[in-house]
C-alpha cells in the first residue's frame, strides 16, 4: 500500500514562531487532508488538499501532486496549536479508485511554548 | 450544527467479552468511517458505510469485528471475543461526500 511519511516527528516552537510541516507520500493520490488532533484526542479537519495550495487563517497549505509532497504552514504559532498534526492520503492504486479509504502518516507533534 | 458523537467515551472491558460501540453522524451525512487508533499501529482505516450501498469492509482486522448502519445514520461497531489486543481508541467519521472527512470524539477502549 502508500506510504506516508511526516517531518519532523517532533517540533517545539515559541509562541510566534512559524513552522513547516511536510507529507511525503509514494504514490498518486486522489485524496489528502490535514488533520489536528488536539491534546484531548479530538481530530480536527484542517484541509482537504490532494493538489494545489489553500489558506485558512493562519494556516496554509500546499500540495505539489507530481512530486508526492505536501507542507503545511502554520504562522504566529500559539499554544492552542498544540498537538499531533496528520496527514492522511487516499491512493488511486491501491484503493481501487475510490478515495475515501485515507491512510494516515505517523504525525507531528508539535508543542508551542508561551 | 452537531458534530459526530460516539457513546461511550471510555470502555473496560474483560478479555472475552463483546462489546459494541455507537456512533451518530452529522445529521445529512452519507458515509460513515470508522478508524482506529492505537500506539503501535497508529490510525487505521476499518469500514465504509455510504448510502445503501455494500460497506467496505476491507480494514475490518478479523471476523470477530463487524459493523452496521440502520436506516443509514447511526452506525454500530461490534468487536466479538475481546482480546487485549484490541485495546486502542476507535474513531468515527462522517462526511458528505467521499472527501472532507468530520472526525468524533472516539471511545477509548480497554480490554483487561
Known amino acids: 500500500g502508500i506510504q506516508v511519511e511526516q517531518s519532523p516527528p517532533d517540533l517545539i516552537l515559541q509562541e510566534g514562531a512559524n513552522s513547516t510541516l511536510r507529507c511525503n507520500f509514494s504514490?498518486?493520490?486522489?485524496?489528502l487532508q490535514w488533520f489536528h488532533q488536539n491534546p484531548w484526542g479530538q481530530l480536527i479537519n484542517l484541509f482537504y488538499?490532494?493538489?494545489g495550495t489553500k489558506q485558512n487563517g493562519r494556516l496554509s497549505a500546499t500540495t505539489v501532486a507530481t512530486e508526492r509532497y505536501s507542507l503545511l504552514y502554520i504562522s504566529s504559532s500559539q499554544t492552542t496549536d498544540s498537538g499531533v498534526y496528520f496527514c492522511?492520503?487516499?491512493?488511486?492504486?491501491?484503493?481501487?479508485?475510490?478515495?475515501?479509504?485515507?491512510?494516515f502518516g505517523k504525525g507531528t507533534l508539535l508543542t508551542v511554548n508561551p | 450544527g452537531a458534530g459526530v458523537s460516539q457513546s461511550p467515551s471510555n470502555k473496560v472491558t474483560e478479555k472475552g467479552k463483546d462489546v459494541e460501540l455507537r456512533c451518530d453522524p452529522i445529521?445529512?451525512?452519507?458515509?460513515l468511517y470508522w478508524y482506529r487508533q492505537s500506539l503501535g499501529q497508529g490510525l487505521e482505516f476499518l469500514i465504509y458505510?455510504?448510502?445503501?450501498?455494500?460497506?467496505?469492509k476491507s480494514g475490518l482486522p478479523s471476523d470477530r469485528f463487524s459493523a452496521e448502519r440502520t436506516g443509514g445514520s447511526v452506525s454500530t461497531l461490534t468487536i466479538q471475543r475481546t482480546q487485549q489486543e484490541d485495546s486502542a481508541v476507535y474513531l468515527c467519521?462522517?462526511?458528505?461526500?467521499?472527501?472532507?472527512?468530520?472526525f468524533g470524539p472516539g471511545t477509548r477502549l480497554l480490554v483487561l
Open positions: 467519521a462522517s462526511s458528505l461526500s467521499q472527501v472532507t472527512q468530520y
Open positions: 504514490d498518486s493520490v486522489n485524496n
Open positions: 488538499i490532494p493538489s
Open positions: 492522511a492520503v487516499a491512493s488511486v492504486r491501491s484503493s481501487g479508485g475510490s478515495n475515501y479509504k485515507l491512510t
Open positions: 445529521s445529512g451525512h452519507t458515509a
Open positions: 458505510f455510504q448510502g445503501n450501498s455494500a460497506p467496505d
